[in-house]
């Protein structure tokens, strides 16, 4: 129970308000007090204080937190319930619902890009050959939550150098390809590079960059998640640049959080000054750059959904707005709720698909309550997830990232919005 | 421990899904927002009135205590199980089942929860004023039952001011329907009012007749700083004296004010003796005249500055000081414990200085907020459960507050309720024959003794 134990304090320091209540998307479906961080952290106080033993109903409470930070940031005395539930998770691995598959999962494939390219491709695949209806009715829910695959990944469309001629000051900045950047919407990571260069940035697309590990982490497993961040923080340091840049809200929070995973140990010096470089692309575009945004886009309704992992896991909010409105052509429309979940969560829509779709669906109606032809967000796992309520409330709203619209303002994009 | 049989019946009338009992689903309502905890032995969530009807049956057939739960925010412990038996918990009849905009009426179930059901209601122009502070977690079953309160108590009136009837489960499982759609009902004793405020001890509500009221179209804020205790109260006193009833009166006190700013800066004088928070609200003819009137009559008593909110930004920017009262005291202390007795409001400065005098001599740390226009005061005891010595110290202070309230002519509980936390000094304000009235009527509803108990008396039957 050592990494629960560090918490010990924070547990304590619930003083069972309920206050998550009122936030807790989990909540808001299930509506019993195992779903929501009152009950979870009273949970851990008397396992702690070994009233209860470690089970897998005890798991299963654990695991059906979304980590959204949503109740963090309502709880008068700031108890980091996201945290502790990480920790929890170490502690109760062997009783996680999934634990084996989630491994496997997280140790073969998420592990090694190339595994996961591979993977991609059965599933492109199977999806050629029309063998996915196949598939049982259950897994068949599941592979509809994958969105439609591109033909090639980031990397075999992309020739290292061709555009990235240093210009203006000179200024060289690394970009970090995340997993989803380069398998599933490299048309983002396109943009997104193109963006930077036009801003007279050199960027460096290092090769040899692993996952981020965020999904390591998020389930327990920290000897792995440390082993990823390591690979990347040495490969970024021999790229030597100012900033590492990522259009991934996911991959941008972890490797911010990365000084944290080393704390206490010989790298975590090294892992703090990394840390630092990390930035979101938004922001970077608006705080580090002097933004040229183009000539503008056909007039278009845009409204935006924060990632939690963007505005609670970095406190990015201003910059992927100001970023849309300083765009031509576009009129921004607020959504309510912009900030709750999506219920993507990583992979947590698979292992818990209809709680899941409670949570999408209130998100989805705000959605629909905006009357916004494009739905704008900073992260690809809630990309997939808002596509997939959009399909199946069948409506006419296409998801983007903002920086291919900002691409497209630019007369950059080549390719026309998905 | 229930037997399988018994839990058997449970699993028949609500469904499997509705009925908990693993020790994992115990722990999670074993709780309210007290330190005092204990296990229920199992967990039910109905779903219809007929539902809670037959629970009650089995029930009160074989003695086994029943609590009712709906957000289990309060403080006074209404809903721990104390005495185990089962947790009848409320959430899912959480229906609005008509907001009537003729007769200015709602019909909810109890377990819709309050914030939802006043964002409901001013959709279509209407208000529901009560206004705990867990609004956005509790739900209306269970400030009916706690009879709650909040700021806008003073002008407004508290949860009772709208309950106009009732459909409620009596302990033996008969169903009775009391009150209605009418403002005014003189048939028989005025029963809504004695199940309201009455804690899941003598029924249990299944659906609720609500009054409503016009939404006001604006509302306007400020901030008057004192540096006497006695100016700010002296204010609230000539406001009132110049027919003009604000919304709201909040005060915050020094030491509450150094908390915030140590925790969230919000531009507040840590060296001033107090603030008040004044909002007024009304037609948007009367909301400048009186926000006006105000800041003239806090000058005029000795305030050091007033600040009047001229954009609802600045509005928003004055509340977001009080609203973070309470994260800053939580955050300061691993316990709060907040209480609320109150006094008439001419004597809430010499209850202020009481309170004060009993921290200093008991060594304890005791910011103070409160609604000054209703005498409303929340000593918010700032320590540490774990601390054994320290604890002690706490109850004693406590014991002592109270007796000084009372003897203020103020009452224990001004709208958090008795539950568990207070039960010990019912008798020091009702005295031998109020609490044995209120035993009788309490055996005469619930003669087994099966609803809530534990709660609000010292002593149990037979005990």
Redesign the interface.
Known sequence: MKRLTQYADEIYRCMRCGACQAVCPVFAVIGQEGSVARGRIRLMREMLEGKLAPSPRLAKYVDLCLGCRLCVANCPPGVNTDRIMVAARHELAGYLPHARVKRLLLRQLLRNPRRFAAAMGVLKLARRARVNGLLPGALKLREDLMPALPAHTFRRGWSQGTAAIPLGDGRRIGFFLSCMGNQVFPQVARAAVRVLERQGLEVIIPDGVVCCGAAHHHSGDWQMAREMAWRNIMVFREAGVEAVITDCASCGSAMREYAGLFAGTDEAEEAAEFAAKVADISVFLVEKVDLLTGDGIPPVTVTYHDACHLIRYQGVKHAPRQLLSSIGGITFREMVEADRCCGGAGTYNLFNYQVSIGVLDRKIKHLKETGADLLATGCPACRMQLEYGIRRHGLDIKVVHPVELLALSLGLNTEPLA | MLSDNFLTELRKIVGEDYV?S????L????????TTTHLPDVVV?PASAEEVSAVLKVANGKGIPVVPRG???NICGASVPIKGGIVL?M??MNKILEIDTENLVAVVQPGV?T?EFQRSVEAHGLFFPPDPQ?L???TIGGNVATNAGGPRGFKYGVTRDYVLGMQVVLADGRVMRVGGKTIKNVTGYDLTKLFTGSEGTLGVFTELTLRLIPLPEDKRTLLAIFDALPDGARAVSAIIKAKIIPTTLELMDQEAMQLIEASRPCGLPTDAASAILIEVDGSPVDVPVQIKKVAEVCAGCGAREVRVAATEEEAAQLWASRKAA??AM??ST???MTEDITVPRNLLPVMVEKIKQIARKYQLRIPILGHTGDGNLHPIICTDE?NAEEMARVHVAVDEMFREALALGGTLSGEHGIGLEKKKYLEWELGRTGVDVMRDMKRALDPNGILNPGKIFLREDGE
């Open positions: 908990l693993s020790p994992e689903d722990v999670c309502y074993s709780y309210d927002a007290v969530f957000g289990g925010t918990a959430n899912r929860v914030g867990a956005n977690m509790s309470f994260a939580a955050r691993p316990t709060v774990r």
